[in-house]
């Protein structure tokens, strides 16, 4: 898509501490310079994604549903690589592991599934956990999504090249994984190709949500169960998203900063569906313009899938490195009303991945009773929306879970504060 | 038949029943503490509404430990002056005072001056809205207008009027018990005087940023920084303050303040214009 009038990049795109700015205001950037510098282990580098002049950083509304800092850049329509950087392939082969994690960490890789957990702090677990299985999720973690998809049908070869990459910096013989959901044959095709003569298994997988849930994805490959407060690295296993792969290859091959990503725009009120490239920073409102605009009757756009992305509260957010999709839709058809009681059909218990039971959850919650809501497996819920969405009452089962996350981490900060 | 079945049951039931009075009987001889009736006064004449303003979970509490401390310094912020008269009268001491405080809301942001940003349709609640968002109003800083702090206030004296918490005077006796619910920290706790002026806005954007979200809002425009001749008030990040201690009521910057709903207020406590007088 065609450059936008101005970019803004948030310095927190990833799990853990914001990046701390290295660019001031009135800069001169290339495109692929680093603007926001890693502080901490859990946090990630943020990179600009085209020439141009560092306008402000300041506040500016987040698709998380918050403000965070966020530098603003006027392109100077030039888009000039800054030195070094989008080289040429280069062979991976001869580099030793931490110069590969070295160059993941400095690329600002992180998981693009959604959650944004820095892949280099993903991809160097404790040394005592040995880690014997690495899996990469083509199954694309909710429905409308499908710029994995597109990712596994046009560039399979730098999906296998980076979980190849990524299967280096562990000792011994791995069990290379890729799960697709059966509904993607094109996808399965075209990676199975270059996986096989690689020994790595594609693996077609029932489709059904939350089919790319990390811990549903782990049970689905290898039989292990990811307990309770447990991490997949307990069970010897590490999950990647396809897009983290491409990442990770154009990283360690081909110096390229992560300032790009494919981002699915869809939902019945937009006038034109399809992935697009699109650089970190643009707004959705220049997509929107790229995309042939919305209908009036649009009275939602959700950053993410349907099930667990978040409605934005103004069209100035800008993509981040974990928007995998922006959906416009009118929900007025489904009728949406106030909650009504709980009429204990059970549906909600059928259907968590997690063996929960949402109802009793949110009754918890909105008691606020923190207490006892972590003794019934509160930390356990992956917030997937399944119990919400068959919910005959219309209960916001796990918005009401949400919430009771949120206070239970707001008093233990009190507490340890 | 029947009384077969019934004599045995009775008769077994009544000595199991005989045979644990008797016991409850000895432990509550053996073990009775002796209560100093002075407790119990005290305890009679503290509000009892368990606010827990004094530090204390319970009025009981705050009863016990007065009554064994004697210690005056000890406070009810809810039974005011009032009270620490009484309490001394009980205790044969001089109570001090407590400081006559209110929770004032640091915005003005009714539906008709604050604009909204986007419409919220979850579960009514300001934490919950604040997981969703950064809340319903353009300005983030403002009070979002769900009210989970009434549920907090013991005493009433709470409302939602418009999409902005209002509190009653009359009623808030100064617990700060709503203080650390709200997620936006609009409420604080002020000292009551007889003309107390303030900032009632809590936006800590630009001036025009704050402006565009809000006809209330403070855009830090040092107009006020300016009159004021006790240098009472002062700007810190985009948003001024007045110094309760230096403020001397003169009205000054009232008359300047441009926005079209003045950001500053002025109150006047009642009660503390009675105590002047």
């Given at each position: 898509?065609?450059?936008?009038?101005?970019?803004?990049i948030?310095?927190?795109?990833?799990?853990?501490k914001p990046?701390?700015?290295?660019?001031r205001?009135n800069?001169e950037?290339k495109?692929?310079?680093?603007v926001g510098?890693a502080?901490?282990?859990?946090?990630?580098?943020v990179?600009?994604s085209?020439?141009?002049?560092?306008?402000a950083?300041r506040p500016?509304?987040?698709?998380?549903?918050?403000?965070?800092m966020t530098v603003?850049?006027t392109?100077?329509?030039?888009?000039e690589?800054?030195?070094?950087?989008?080289?040429?392939?280069?062979?991976?082969?001869?580099?030793?592991?931490?110069?590969?994690?070295?160059?993941?960490?400095?690329a600002?890789?992180?998981?693009?599934?959604?959650?944004?957990?820095?892949?280099?702090?993903?991809l160097?677990p404790?040394?005592?956990?040995?880690?014997?299985?690495?899996?990469?999720?083509g199954?694309?973690?909710e429905?409308f999504?499908?710029?994995?998809?597109r990712l596994?049908?046009?560039?399979?070869e730098?999906?296998?090249?980076?979980?190849?990459?990524?299967?280096?910096?562990f000792?011994?013989?791995l069990?290379?994984?890729?799960?697709?959901?059966?509904n993607?044959p094109?996808?399965?095709?075209?990676?199975?190709q270059?996986?096989?003569?690689?020994?790595?298994?594609?693996?077609?997988?029932?489709?059904?949500?939350?089919?790319?849930?990390?811990?549903?994805l782990?049970?689905?490959?290898?039989?292990r169960?990811?307990?309770?407060?447990?991490?997949p690295?307990d069970r010897?296993?590490i999950?990647?998203?396809i897009?983290t792969?491409?990442?990770?290859?154009?990283?360690?091959?081909r110096n390229?900063?992560?300032i790009?990503?494919?981002v699915?725009?869809s939902g019945?009120?937009?006038?034109?569906q399809?992935?697009?490239?699109?650089?970190?920073?643009?707004?959705?409102?220049?997509?929107?313009?790229?995309?042939g605009?919305?209908s009036?009757k649009?009275?939602q756009?959700i950053s993410?899938?349907?099930m667990m992305?978040k409605a934005?509260?103004?069209?100035?957010?800008p993509?981040?490195?974990?928007?995998?999709?922006?959906?416009?839709?009118?929900?007025?058809?489904?009728?949406?009303?106030?909650?009504r009681?709980?009429?204990?059909?059970g549906r909600c218990?059928?259907?968590c991945?997690?063996?929960?039971a949402p109802?009793?959850?949110?009754?918890?919650a909105?008691l606020?009773q923190?207490?006892?809501i972590?003794l019934?497996?509160?930390?356990?819920?992956t917030?997937?929306?399944s119990?919400?969405y068959?919910?005959?009452s219309?209960?916001?089962?796990?918005?009401?879970?949400k919430?009771?996350k949120?206070?239970v981490?707001?008093?233990?900060q009190?507490?340890?504060? | 038949?029947?009384?077969?079945?019934?004599?045995?049951?009775v008769?077994?039931?009544g000595a199991?029943?005989?045979a644990l009075?008797l016991?409850?009987?000895?432990?509550?001889?053996?073990?009775?503490?002796e209560e100093?009736?002075t407790v119990k006064?005290?305890?009679?004449?503290?509000?009892?509404?368990?606010?827990g303003?004094?530090?204390?979970?319970?009025?009981?509490?705050?009863?016990?430990v007065?009554?064994?401390?004697?210690?005056?310094?000890?406070?009810?912020?809810v039974?005011?002056?009032?009270?620490?008269v009484?309490?001394?009268?009980t205790?044969?001491?001089?109570m001090?005072?407590p400081k006559?405080q209110?929770?004032?809301?640091?915005c003005?942001?009714?539906?008709?001056?604050?604009?909204?940003?986007?419409q919220?349709?979850?579960?009514?609640?300001?934490?919950?809205?604040?997981?969703a968002?950064?809340?319903?109003?353009?300005?983030?800083y403002?009070?979002?207008g769900l009210g989970?702090?009434?549920?907090?206030?013991?005493?009433g004296a709470m409302?939602?009027?418009?999409g902005?918490?209002?509190?009653?005077?009359?009623?808030?006796t100064?617990?700060?018990?709503?203080?650390p619910v709200c997620?936006?920290?609009v409420?604080?706790m002020?000292d009551?005087?007889?003309?107390?002026y303030?900032?009632?806005c809590?936006?800590?954007?630009?001036g025009?940023?704050t402006?565009?979200?809000?006809d209330?809002?403070c855009?830090?425009c040092?107009?006020?920084?300016?009159?004021c001749?006790d240098?009472a008030?002062?700007?810190e990040?985009?948003l001024?303050?007045?110094?309760?201690e230096?403020c001397?009521?003169?009205?000054?910057c009232i008359?300047v303040?441009?926005?079209?709903v003045?950001?500053?207020?002025?109150e006047?406590?009642l009660?503390?214009?009675?105590q002047?007088s």
């Amino acid at each position: 898509m065609p450059l936008p009038a101005e970019l803004s990049i948030p310095l927190s795109q990833h799990l853990g501490k914001p990046a701390k700015p290295v660019v001031r205001m009135n800069d001169e950037v290339k495109k692929g310079q680093l603007v926001g510098e890693a502080d901490g282990f859990i946090s990630a580098n943020v990179h600009a994604s085209t020439s141009g002049k560092v306008r402000a950083i300041r506040p500016h509304p987040h698709p998380g549903g918050q403000y965070a800092m966020t530098v603003f850049i006027t392109p100077d329509g030039k888009d000039e690589w800054a030195e070094g950087l989008n080289s040429a392939p280069v062979d991976w082969k001869g580099m030793s592991k931490e110069e590969i994690l070295k160059k993941i960490r400095d690329a600002g890789v992180v998981g693009m599934g959604g959650a944004g957990f820095p892949t280099n702090v993903k991809l160097s677990p404790p040394p005592d956990k040995k880690i014997d299985t690495i899996i990469l999720n083509g199954a694309e973690c909710e429905p409308f999504l499908t710029a994995d998809h597109r990712l596994m049908v046009e560039s399979p070869e730098a999906v296998v090249a980076g979980l190849e990459i990524m299967a280096s910096l562990f000792p011994g013989t791995l069990k290379l994984a890729i799960g697709i959901e059966a509904n993607k044959p094109d996808a399965i095709d075209a990676l199975q190709q270059y996986a096989v003569p690689k020994k790595i298994e594609v693996l077609a997988l029932k489709t059904k949500y939350p089919q790319g849930a990390e811990k549903q994805l782990i049970n689905a490959i290898t039989g292990r169960n990811v307990g309770e407060g447990e991490l997949p690295f307990d069970r010897g296993c590490i999950v990647q998203n396809i897009g983290t792969a491409v990442a990770v290859y154009d990283a360690v091959c081909r110096n390229r900063p992560l300032i790009e990503r494919v981002v699915t725009v869809s939902g019945m009120e937009i006038a034109r569906q399809k992935n697009i490239s699109a650089r970190i920073g643009t707004s959705f409102s220049d997509i929107i313009a790229f995309c042939g605009g919305m209908s009036e009757k649009t009275n939602q756009v959700i950053s993410g899938g349907p099930m667990m992305g978040k409605a934005i509260f103004s069209l100035d957010v800008p993509v981040v490195k974990t928007t995998s999709g922006i959906l416009f839709i009118n929900n007025s058809a489904l009728g949406k009303s106030r909650e009504r009681a709980c009429i204990r059909c059970g549906r909600c218990v059928e259907v968590c991945p997690q063996g929960l039971a949402p109802w009793l959850l949110a009754n918890v919650a909105q008691l606020r009773q923190l207490e006892k809501i972590q003794l019934l497996g509160l930390a356990n819920c992956t917030e997937c929306g399944s119990c919400t969405y068959v919910c005959p009452s219309g209960r916001e089962l796990v918005h009401w879970i949400k919430y009771a996350k949120a206070l239970v981490s707001s008093r233990k900060q009190r507490k340890s504060a | 038949m029947i009384s077969d079945a019934f004599i045995p049951a009775v008769s077994s039931l009544g000595a199991v029943a005989l045979a644990l009075g008797l016991i409850i009987h000895y432990v509550s001889k053996r073990f009775h503490v002796e209560e100093d009736p002075t407790v119990k006064l005290v305890n009679s004449i503290l509000p009892g509404v368990n606010c827990g303003a004094c530090g204390f979970p319970s009025c009981n509490q705050f009863a016990e430990v007065l009554v064994e401390t004697r210690n005056n310094a000890m406070t009810c912020p809810v039974g005011g002056p009032d009270l620490a008269v009484k309490l001394g009268e009980t205790l044969g001491m001089a109570m001090a005072e407590p400081k006559a405080q209110t929770a004032v809301v640091l915005c003005q942001g009714k539906n008709d001056v604050a604009r909204r940003s986007a419409q919220y349709l979850g579960i009514q609640d300001c934490w919950a809205a604040t997981q969703a968002f950064a809340g319903p109003k353009q300005c983030r800083y403002s009070c979002i207008g769900l009210g989970s702090c009434i549920a907090w206030c013991d005493f009433g004296a709470m409302r939602l009027e418009n999409g902005l918490i209002v509190i009653d005077k009359n009623l808030c006796t100064g617990c700060a018990a709503c203080i650390p619910v709200c997620p936006t920290g609009v409420l604080v706790m002020q000292d009551k005087k007889a003309a107390r002026y303030f900032i009632a806005c809590n936006s800590h954007d630009r001036g025009a940023a704050t402006k565009k979200a809000c006809d209330a809002g403070c855009t830090a425009c040092q107009k006020c920084v300016k009159v004021c001749e006790d240098n009472a008030i002062v700007i810190e990040d985009f948003l001024a303050r007045i110094i309760q201690e230096k403020c001397t009521a003169c009205g000054k910057c009232i008359e300047v303040c441009p926005t079209k709903v003045n950001c500053i207020r002025l109150e006047r406590d009642l009660n503390a214009v009675k105590q002047a007088s």
